[in-house]
């Protein structure tokens, strides 16, 4: 299982914070550095899953770290930040093993891509198959693509009768469903796991919103109820909570 902790190395405190607490909010532990040397002298330098680092700091530079680093045998995935992205660092860093060098400011999702690539897409230990179950084949096609953007598995299902079919339910992390589908619906299928005891995040997602049919999924335990269209953001933040499931809190949008 992996430790799951992510930390940052960046000699600009106002960096340091926002990407520290981003970091949190995408449902990971995460530390803050200032310098190279505070790291290596800490004691998360041992459970560290994935590093951050700021090309230029005074003192060891991002690239001395990940020398010093691959020195002493850590084989720890390095993400590098730059406000000076040049040629000959990005190069250097990559051939080095890094994992990517991304330009400041970076948006949240290329930074969760990032990670997640870092992080072979483990999550936390988590299975992390997300699944989906929708007969709008084009609504499975594009949220199939954009689940799998994030980091995550993804499988995609035309019915309910396939999904409990096809052998991944044991597997699944997640289960995004539509509401209204030929067959058993999205709230036939959720009152189904539960009686065979299955305990799966459930997000549901409809073209056709409905005050009843919302209190009804959120009531039997749904994590979130989602009208189309939605937000790629917004889908990452439900998945991350979905995944957490800390509180068991339902989040109705």
């Known amino acids: 299982m992996l430790k799951n902790l992510i930390s940052v190395v960046d000699d600009d405190a106002s960096v340091l914070r926002t990407t520290t607490l981003l970091i949190e909010s995408l449902g990971f532990r995460a530390v803050g550095f200032e310098s190279a040397e505070l790291f290596l002298k800490s004691d998360q330098l041992q459970e560290t899953s994935c590093l951050i680092v700021d090309v230029r700091m005074p003192g060891m530079s991002g690239l001395q770290l990940q020398s010093h680093l691959a020195a002493l045998g850590y084989k720890i995935p390095i993400i590098f930040i730059t406000a000076y992205d040049d040629n000959a660092s990005r190069l250097q860093a990559l051939q080095a093993g890094a994992v990517a060098f991304l330009g400041k400011p970076f948006t949240d999702e290329i930074l969760l891509q990032t990670i997640c690539s870092a ?31 994030f980091g995550f598995h993804a499988a ?69 109820f989602l009208g189309k269209p939605f937000s790629d953001e917004l889908l990452l933040q439900i998945i991350r909570a979905a995944l957490r499931q800390d509180d068991g809190t339902a989040i109705a949008k």
């Open 119 to 149: 992080l072979g897409g483990q999550l936390g230990g988590r299975k992390n198959l997300i699944s989906l179950v929708d007969d709008d084949e084009s609504i499975r096609r594009t949220t199939t693509l954009l689940i799998e953007s």
């Open 156 to 224: 995609a299902f035309e019915s309910a009768e396939s999904f409990l079919k096809a052998g991944r339910l044991h597997e699944t992390s997640c289960l995004i469903i539509d509401i209204q589908m030929p067959g058993m619906n999205g709230l036939q299928l959720q009152s189904h796991l539960a009686a065979a005891g299955y305990k799966i995040p459930i997000i549901f997602i409809t073209a056709h919103d409905n005050k009843e049919l919302r209190q009804q999924a959120l009531q039997a335990g749904a994590v979130a």
